[in-house]
């Protein structure tokens, strides 16, 4: 055997070895063993599925923020209460507010930005009150909007605070 045969005698046995090598990914990943750790096909290119993940994880983070911005205010995103305050927001205020548009009364998007909640709860109780003890922000808008608001005071702070986490989870979307 001279030295070109040795040569191509680790060529074939490491070609063989790589073939083999792939046949067991290919197999380990039809048994979907790779999807389980966020690779797909052979494990040579982190893919699809870790494209996925990663997704994922931003959305988590992304709406762990936003969690934190609600909990900061005082609302909250737990679906029994956000439905609630849809239920509520359909109920009550729907005939003069949308969250993205004026309507009769203003665009109710990020709300809680503009004010605290506690504020808003005072508004939303007693709007007419408020404007007439002179608090700046709701003369503002009076003057602008020209109309009192209904009492809302048969509304308990909870079912107020419902309405609030909903228009709030509502203003995350653009339509
Ligand atoms: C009959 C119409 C009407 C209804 C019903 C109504 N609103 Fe209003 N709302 C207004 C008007 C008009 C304004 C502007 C302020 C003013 O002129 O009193 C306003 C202002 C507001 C503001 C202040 C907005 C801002 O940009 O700071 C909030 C918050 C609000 N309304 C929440 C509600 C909620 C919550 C409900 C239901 C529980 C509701 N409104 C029901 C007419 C209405």
Redesign the pocket.
């Known amino acids: 055997m001279n030295f070109k045969d040795i040569h191509f005698t680790w060529f074939y046995i490491g070609a063989i070895s790589a073939l083999l090598f792939l046949s067991a990914i290919v197999d380990m990943q039809s048994k979907g063993y790779f999807k389980k750790e966020g690779f797909y096909c052979g494990g040579v290119v982190a893919m699809d599925s870790s494209i996925i993940k990663q997704n994922m994880i931003l959305d988590s983070l992304e709406r762990a923020k936003q969690e934190q911005i609600l909990q900061k205010r005082g609302l909250t995103s737990e679906p029994e209460i956000l439905s609630l305050g849809e239920e ?2 359909n109920g ?6 949308a969250v993205h548009a004026k ?6 998007a990020n ?1 809680s930005e ?2 605290t909640v506690k504020w ?1 709860i005072k ?2 109780k007693f ?2 009150k408020t ?1 007439e003890k002179g608090d700046k ?2 003369v503002a ?10 009492n ?1 005071d048969f ?1 308990t702070d909870e079912e ?1 605070n419902a ?2 986490s909903f ?1 709030e989870h509502e203003s995350q979307y653009v339509y």
């Open positions: 509520l927001f009550n205020c729907k005939q003069c507010h309507v009769v009364g203003p665009a109710l709300v503009r004010r808003l508004f939303i709007p007419q404007i922000y709701a808008l009076y003057k602008q909007y020209q109309q009192f608001m209904p809302h509304m107020i309405i609030l228009v």
